[in-house]
């Protein structure tokens, strides 16, 4: 992958999808510097990291209507805790994403006579870091039935990481119920598979992310889908080390 | 050697060379500047240099590749302090050609920044810590 022009990108904020209305996104990721001097610097200053930080602010065009950008962003002010995924891309299985729980500070929007409505957003971190991880299945094709999702070589977890990852269901028509999990194994053929992370059963659309302590051995990772009933739901997940 | 226009300059941040990516750099270096004026005769105030500091601030055209921009600098935030190596040009280091190394703070990144249609971008500006060595072999 070589340099890009930014023409593409996924912002999924709890169990919306934004980034279709969007035409800004800034992520900012940073932490603190401090000092460390002492006499003993040798006439240098001397500093440290401290604690890290994020925030994402982005904007776009206002929609108006069920389940459109304007309600589901004025509903997410000052939720705790709403995953946000930001892939700078289409957002495809197997490309990168980066993803956390976010509280959104602040939504503006309408504006001077004449002008298309914008909106302009911004979230920030709760404290759960930051985490530059792979689109593990996209809203492509949805889920109806029962199996499992294809699978991706991401590498292990080691003993003082964690895997996280991230689900959002974005719709969920007709009657029924869809629980997700991520699975890992020892290669690609997924025999002797362990679930690692299992997500509440969705009957309608939601977001959730969660985590599991390292360390886990298998590099092999793919989703799992468990239908109950008649669903057609598309979601996303995404997965990611730290 | 004269003046030169940069063109091919080297930057290695934690042993990675994202020179391929680099679209711009500044070294900042100084010394804080502490006055010592006191009762005399000359009316003017006196000062002396005290702790030198440095900050790097490199500009880049995004990559997300493994072993490129975002691969490299992501996973460095916060973290322990990285080695930073930078030659006006990519060639090794020499009296025409010297090469500026030190210790850097993994302070702030920005991994995606930047309005549809545009090339994507990013940069930091990140502060040193003890001393930047200048070298000429």
């Known amino acids: ?242 | 050697m004269a003046e030169m226009v940069l063109k091919n300059a080297f930057f290695s941040l934690n042993g990675v060379d994202l020179s391929s990516r680099l679209t711009k750099i500044t070294i900042k270096y100084g010394a804080e500047v502490i006055e010592t004026t006191a009762m005399s005769s000359t009316g003017a105030k006196t000062k002396v240099a005290g702790l030198t500091d440095f900050s790097v601030s490199p500009e880049f055209n995004q990559d997300y590749a493994a072993g490129s921009v975002d691969a490299t600098v992501f996973p460095l935030i916060g973290g322990a302090n990285v080695p930073v190596v930078i030659r006006p040009n990519n060639a090794v280091a020499s009296p025409t050609n010297p090469q500026y190394s030190g210790s850097v703070v993994p302070g702030d990144y920005s991994p995606v920044d930047g309005t549809v249609g545009q090339l994507l971008k990013t940069g930091f500006t990140w502060e040193g810590s003890g001393l930047l060595v200048r070298a000429t072999s």
């Open chain 1, 1 to 242: 992958m070589a340099e890009q022009v930014f023409n593409n990108a996924r912002l999924l904020v709890g169990r919306f999808d934004i980034g279709g209305k969007s035409n800004r996104i800034a992520m900012k990721y940073s932490a603190d510097v401090k000092e460390t001097t002492t006499f003993g610097s040798g006439g240098a200053k001397t500093k440290v990291a401290g604690l890290t930080d994020f925030d994402v602010s982005g904007g776009g065009l206002a929609e108006y209507g069920a389940d459109l950008n304007d309600g589901a962003l004025f509903g997410n002010v000052a939720v705790l805790d709403s995953p946000l995924t930001l892939c700078p891309n289409s957002g495809a299985a197997g490309l990168l994403a980066f993803f956390s729980p976010t509280v959104q500070g602040s939504y503006e929007t309408l504006g001077p006579v004449g002008d298309v409505v914008p909106f302009s957003l911004d979230l920030h971190s709760r404290g759960t870091p930051l985490v530059r991880g792979t689109v593990l299945r996209d809203d492509l094709t949805a889920v109806t039935a029962t199996g499992n999702g294809t699978g991706f070589q991401l590498g292990a977890v080691g003993a003082n990481q964690r895997v996280y990852a991230a689900l959002h269901v974005l719709s969920l028509t007709g009657s029924g119920s869809v629980v997700v999990k991520v699975r890992s194994a020892a290669d690609n053929t997924f025999a002797g598979q362990t679930d690692r992370i299992t997500f509440a059963s969705a009957a309608a659309p939601a977001s959730e992310l969660l985590s599991a302590a390292g360390p886990v051995a298998d590099t092999w990772w793919r989703v799992g889908f468990t239908v109950t009933g008649t669903p057609v739901a598309t979601l996303v997940v995404v997965v990611g080390v730290k």
